[in-house]
Every structure is written in C-alpha cells, then in structure tokens.
C-alpha cells in the first residue's frame, strides 16, 4: 500500500470488550451487547444472535459514518463469533450491501489453533465454506507469525505441500487417515486450499506481500507499492 494513502479500522462486534487498536467507526455506539441483554432480557448468546441482526439493520447509518472519513482503504474487524455472522442472513447482507469500489474477504488462521493435521483441515474448511457464503475474493491469512515460528513454519508447509500434510496426517489420525486425506485432496482441487500470507501484526512482517496480493486482485499489481 503506499504510504500517502490512509486506511480506517472498523468494529463490527457488538460485543467486543477490549478493541487491541482504536477503532474510527464502531458498531458499538448503534448496537451494544450489554444494552441489547438489559433492553430484551436476553442471556450473551442470545443477546449475541440479536445484536448480529441489529447491524444489517443499522448498515445505512455505519455506512454514513465510513463515508464521513473519505479514506482510500477500509479494514473492518468482523464479529469473533464467525457462526453468528458468516452463516446468518445479517451477515451476508452486510457484506453484499457495504459500499466499495472493490471488497476481499480476509480469512485468518490462527497458529495455535491449527497447530495439528485435523485443526489445520477444519479451519481449511471453515475457511472454503465462508468463502462460498460470501461470494467475494478471499485470501487466507496466518497471523501471530512471530509468536508461533515453529507452528507457523509447520502449516506453512503443510499449505503448500500437499505430501508433508499427509505424512503428517499419517502419523496422527489412524483409521480416519482415509477421511482426512480425501478431505484435504478434495479442498485443493476446489482451489479453496489456497496459498496462506504469513503475517505479524506486531512486526508488520508479510504486510507487503499481503498488499500485493490485494493488488493483484483488484490492480494488476500497479497501484499499490510497498
């Protein structure tokens, strides 16, 4: 991304506690968990499955406040929840109705949950089958890359070798090794097993080659330099 060019962060989670940055617009002062449980008397998860639904609601009046910033680049920060926004109809509103000139999904794998052949597969899918519901360009993301150097070097691997996943799944899933491996095979002949961006949000390390590969997706790989 040059570096002229400005960005803002928004919060989609209504029920965020502690953001790690400073959000520029946050859902949270349209639709507040704790305020939706008190107003409904709803317990978290049900008070979490309303909320969800209360943002399509409020879509037009977030979409003010984006818009108010006139920034080049929007990076929204979706619920943690995945189920309660990818698999509901809110959701994918949400996604198809926000307005953009261009719009990728960005699907992150976390080190040290997908530290094992059967974790690394599930999220695999998890991540193919989110893709599909939102129908927009999706890269797939390994973040804490400096925090897991071991983990992360292993699914790297596995990511891009599809031999070392199965000798691996080999050694660990038995008489399920069939199911996995068909699985896995199945995943990268759908072209939904794509290549992982390794990343440090602390470091910044694999920023650039993330940006380029947004680049490539919507640019030709001219507009955004690192």
């Known amino acids: 991304m040059n570096r002229d060019e400005d960005a803002i962060a928004v919060n989609l989670d209504p029920g965020v506690v502690d953001l790690p940055y400073d959000a520029d617009v946050d859902v949270r ?103 599909l519901r939102m129908n927009v360009p999706k890269i797939s993301v390994l973040t804490k890359k400096d925090m897991a150097k071991e983990s992360s070097a292993t699914i790297l691997g596995w990511s891009r070798n599809a031999k070392s996943f199965e000798d691996a799944l080999a050694k660990t899933q038995g008489e399920q090794y069939s199911l996995y491996s068909g699985l896995f095979r199945s995943v990268r002949k759908l072209s939904v097993g794509e290549d992982l961006y390794p990343v440090s949000a602390t470091s910044s390390e694999g920023m650039i080659a993330l940006v380029g590969e947004l680049s490539r997706l919507y640019s030709g790989g001219e507009e955004f330099t690192g």
């Open 29 to 131: 002062e349209r639709v507040e968990l704790q305020q939706v449980m008190e107003e409904y008397g709803l317990g978290p998860n049900g008070a979490l499955v309303l909320a969800t639904d209360m943002i399509a609601t409020k879509l037009s009046e977030v979409q003010d406040d984006i818009d108010s910033f006139d920034a080049e680049h929007v990076i929204v920060d979706t619920p943690g929840q995945i189920e309660l926004f990818a698999f509901r109809e809110s959701g994918e509103f949400v996604i198809r109705e926000t307005k953009a000139d261009s719009k990728a999904l960005l699907f992150l794998y976390d080190p040290l949950l997908a530290n094992t052949p059967a974790n690394f597969l599930s999220i695999a899918l998890l991540s193919a089958s989110v893709g």
